[in-house]
């Protein structure tokens, strides 16, 4: 089969999961985010700084990368009990109960702190890069579980007349260098990551899983309730410029909740444009109390 990521190390797969992995020490998750061509690729920067002392393992999650892309349905629930499946895996391999370190990017930050918040003894320090349920001052709290899709979107998306026509047209190399800008904030994209973004969005059934993101089905309607429920040490942090620049909503996380708060000028992933600050500022983090 041909890859659609490629990381340096090792891979291994489970349950229609793929996880790449490298390096020795105290293992380390990184989750990358959702869009229309996801994949463990995008947190390349932060596998091959972490590798150097740590065991680092990086997930394709479920309908994204080299996991499994059938028709099915892609909810918060799918994507949190892929981590909490990860982990398990993590900690066998490494022979280890010690809670787990993780990093996680933009809506992959809900999926990781409702994992920490049902499993607070599997999970260690909690990065959160860009994360989601922030913006404006919408409060979310609704039904435990509960998510904000769109009534009858997802099902007008993926109708056979169009479904894959549409995911064509969002995943055309120009119009993924345009979302990778808007990304960015208008600075230049890192070319690695788009041609990895391209590829990624040819695996047969790419199409799936970033309908049902279209379609609102992966973003939580109780986010901050899940929020609220992290016990881990958390730290997190954002840029300034692109699209994701708005998180007035953090006044919702209280301040007794040990949350730590760094601001990049940048846009929307810091690691890929002051890599040497972040990574600072991640193994400082990384390296702190439990």
């Known amino acids: 089969m041909t890859r659609s990521v490629d990381l340096p190390g090792e891979r291994f797969e489970f349950g229609g999961i793929t996880v790449h992995t490298a390096g020795q020490g105290v293992p380390l998750l990184l ?20 590798r150097a002392s740590r065991a680092v ?9 080299d996991s499994l892309r059938s028709d099915r349905a892609y909810t918060p629930r799918l994507m949190t009990d892929a981590l909490h499946a990860v982990a398990a895996q993590i900690r066998q391999r490494c022979g280890t109960a010690a809670p787990l370190d993780a990093l996680a990017l933009s809506l992959s930050c809900e999926f990781l702190a409702r994992a920490a918040s049902e499993a607070p003894a599997h999970w260690g320090r909690l990065a959160l890069v860009s994360p989601t349920g922030f913006m404006g001052r919408r409060v979310w709290r609704s039904a435990p579980g ?4 769109v009534p009858g979107m997802h099902r007008l998306l993926s109708l056979p007349l169009w479904s894959s026509a549409l995911y064509r047209g969002l995943t055309r190399p120009g119009v993924v260098r345009y979302f990778l800008e808007r990304t960015w904030g208008g600075k230049a994209i890192d070319e690695t990551l788009f041609r990895d973004a391209v590829v990624a969005a040819q ?6 899983a970033p309908l049902h993101f ?9 986010i901050h ?16 410029r692109g699209d994701f620049t708005d998180y ?9 909740a040990g949350w730590q708060r760094t601001v990049y000028q940048t846009g929307a992933l810091p690691y890929f444009e002051v890599p040497g600050a972040f990574n600072a500022d991640l193994d400082k983090f990384l390296a702190g109390p439990a």
């Open 31 to 50: 989750v990358h985010s959702i869009n229309a061509t996801g994949s463990a690729a995008e947190v390349r920067p932060l596998f091959e700084h972490c």
């Open 57 to 65: 393992f990086a997930v394709d999650l479920p309908g994204f990368g």
């Open 146 to 149: 509960s998510t904000r899709a």
């Open 203 to 208: 695996a047969p059934g790419a199409r799936f």
């Open 214 to 222: 279209l379609a609102a089905g992966l973003f939580s309607a109780d």
């Open 225 to 240: 309730d899940v929020y609220d429920a992290v016990r881990s040490p958390v730290w997190a942090c954002h840029g300034v």
């Open 248 to 256: 007035r909503g953090m006044a919702i996380v209280p301040a007794c």
